[in-house]
C-alpha cells in the first residue's frame, strides 16, 4: 500500500510505463464499427483527415453515454465519449473534426503522463 507522507511531492509521471496519454474521442452515437476505426489508427498511426499521428499501444478503453457523468463499457449506438488510455512516445494530436477517419468525431488530449 502506498504510504503519503509529510514529505510527499507531486510530479509528472506514471506507474503504467514511459509514457501514458490519455486521449478523450467525442461523437453522438458512436457505432462499433466506428470504434474499431478508431482504435486501429491509433494502433497503427497515420495520416486521417489531415492530422498525422503515430503509432500507440491501446493500454484502456472506457466509455460514457452520459456527458461524462459515469464510465463504464462502451455501449454501440448509444456511447459518446470514449476514453482511452494509450502507452509509446510519438505523437498524438488534437483532431476537432473526422478525428481518426471517422466522420464527426473530435479527439481531445486529456492527460499525457
Do not use: C, Y
Amino acid at each position: 500500500m502506498a504510504v503519503i507522507t509529510n514529505n510527499a511531492v507531486a510530479k509528472h509521471g506514471n506507474g503504467l510505463g514511459p509514457r501514458t496519454v490519455v486521449v478523450s474521442i467525442a461523437k453522438t452515437d458512436i457505432s462499433q464499427s466506428e470504434l474499431n476505426t478508431m482504435v486501429a489508427a491509433l494502433a497503427t498511426g497515420g495520416v486521417f483527415s489531415g492530422v498525422t499521428n503515430d503509432a500507440f499501444t491501446i493500454a484502456g478503453i472506457s466509455a460514457s453515454s452520459d456527458a461524462g457523468a459515469t464510465w463504464g463499457d462502451f455501449v454501440a449506438g448509444t456511447s459518446d465519449i470514449v476514453a482511452i488510455a494509450l502507452q509509446g512516445t510519438g505523437t498524438i494530436n488534437a483532431d476537432s473534426t473526422n478525428a481518426l477517419g471517422v466522420t464527426g468525431a473530435a479527439l481531445t488530449i486529456a492527460g499525457d503522463f
